[in-house]
């Protein structure tokens, strides 16, 4: 009796531990306030690879690669839809790609936009950054290069941020700060934040407007939906996955808190009218949340827009959801 | 064997049912990205009375009344602290208080500003509702009218829009509209909204701006941070305690998405440019920017501002943390 007791108490320990411990994903449905076309993508299970943690450079290169077909394999149907061309380049020495679409209005003849790609430093090389860029272009009527910055393992920290810079470097050559703009989703949004910082202690003319979706502005642990979002937001799921994997490789040898790789750490003063985009599953709503609040305190034009139910980026995820349509359009 | 094997599994069965369906509260710490202030606040219990159900009339007003006496409590030190007036007076055949700060700024000798307290329709009767008026008018220099708009049980919908309309109507023929602003948190949040849409209805001119703080802007559990953030809003905690009686109590016959109980369901063209708050703790996170993403759709001058870590109304419930001093100075 009293070993039968022992055996249903130790298993009910373990049983809570496991309850009590693991991470419950996803284990909210899609609500009905989010638009029909992203339902299913709210509601889907985890992305597959959220957990993976690849340790030798040549591991990295192998999950790169097999994530970017994923990505490359939407560019024939965004291209034909859109109806853009995408071209490789060089810009300030630094690898990209023009976007340009069949019409241009003439508002936009003499204006550029520059487009850093998502992926938390390491995911999207070469043309698999470039979905967001192809649907900017096709909704705004507008030309849009997207940088292929170099990443870790091979390049990490500053070598993100030198390509932006010389990419920026050399469009104020061609077209007057005040016709560029500069955006980018997640990573993509931390370089454009980083990418301001740097060129304001250079003393160069700053772009018209940013644009930074879900921005990944403090790549240390802290922030409340690191915590609270963790397990509810399907794409990122956890910085305990991959992402603080990639935060570290990235930085390598840097301060998590250098204000170039976590611009929340930076003097925002004086940057360009801001407008930021997050959701309220999102794992960055924080991330998102707190680079608002910081610019407002410093009397920047911000602007923020925080949409329903969706986790990190899920804008990008179609083509024609309201939500997508509205990250495009506002922007 | 047999026996002890199905004792071990129906217990095993009944953990992990425990441990599933519980309302798991307040299970996160405070992140430090929150002001030293409010740090406590966030990491606090859960309010005690969340998940009371009164039931009979005399139950509710019990409750309403032992309630009550921790805001009245806090009234002497805040008068103090913002060494300001309160004066009961009528306005428009509607209760209400005057609340007059020592100096009010040569600007705002012509400017009013009309509040509606907050908690769910049925809390905070009387002078129990003017805490954030008095740290408005204190803050801002301004004289504040705050609205004790009749409530249910005694008087369900539309009994508090009906008031919020007489003391508007009755504010306008004392100043013009372009003097007027209208703010409130939560319910009073709500009210301002509601008040915005029957105003639009009859033609009368609309107040030059408008505050909602956290607004309770869909009285139905539609909305994805009522799932989301049950149990981690450590205020409101869950649609399922007094808050969902309360909405029932207040609709009465009427349907929950009525547009003016759920305004979420209104037609909100026109409105006057509005300025929305909320936490990325909130219970009403979703009602925040489910109201903000309808207005901007509508071409509303809409701006909003999402706190760090905060739950629901938190910037209310300190004198001088820096989330209280931002939402009402930014208001």
Request: charged share 15%; net charge neutral.
């Amino acid at each position: 009796m009293k070993k039968k007791t022992s055996i249903v108490l130790i298993l009910l320990m373990l049983s809570y531990y496991v309850c009590a411990k693991q991470i419950d994903i996803n284990r909210f449905p899609s609500p009905q306030t989010v638009s029909l076309t992203l339902q299913p993508l709210v509601s889907a299970v985890p992305m597959t690879y959220w957990n993976d943690h690849p340790k030798t450079p040549k591991q990295w290169h192998d999950w790169v690669n097999t994530i970017a077909q994923f990505s490359l394999a939407r560019l024939p149907e965004l291209k034909q839809k859109f109806q853009v061309n995408s071209q490789p380049i060089t810009l300030g020495g630094v690898s990209a790609f023009m976007i340009s679409p069949k019409s241009i209005t003439p508002e936009n003849k003499n204006r550029i936009l520059l487009h850093f790609h998502g992926g938390g430093y390491v995911l999207n090389p070469g043309e698999a950054g470039i979905d967001e860029a192809i649907m900017m272009a096709g909704y705004g009527n507008i030309n849009v290069i997207s940088i292929d910055y170099r990443m870790p393992p091979n390049a990490p920290f500053p070598a993100a941020i030198e390509d932006a810079l010389s990419a920026y470097a050399a469009l104020l050559e061609q077209y007057p700060a005040s016709h560029i703009g500069v955006f980018g989703t997640s990573t993509g949004g931390g370089i454009t934040l980083a990418l301001m910082l740097k060129a304001k202690t250079l003393n160069l003319a700053l772009p018209a407007a940013i644009v930074v979706g879900t921005p990944w502005t403090d790549l240390t642990n802290a922030g409340d939906t690191y915590v609270t979002n963790e397990g509810i937001d399907n794409v990122l799921v956890s910085y305990d996955g991959w992402l603080g994997d990639a935060a570290q490789l990235y930085a390598g040898k840097y301060d998590l808190k250098h204000p170039l790789i976590s611009p929340l750490y930076g003097d925002v003063r004086n940057l360009p009218p801001t407008l930021l985009f997050t959701g309220t599953r999102d794992l960055f709503l924080s991330n998102t949340i707190r680079m608002h609040l910081k610019l407002k305190d410093v009397g920047v034009k911000a602007d923020l827009i925080v949409f329903e139910g969706l986790s990190h980026a899920q804008y990008l995820m179609t083509v024609d959801a309201p939500e997508t349509q509205r990250y495009f359009y506002e922007s």
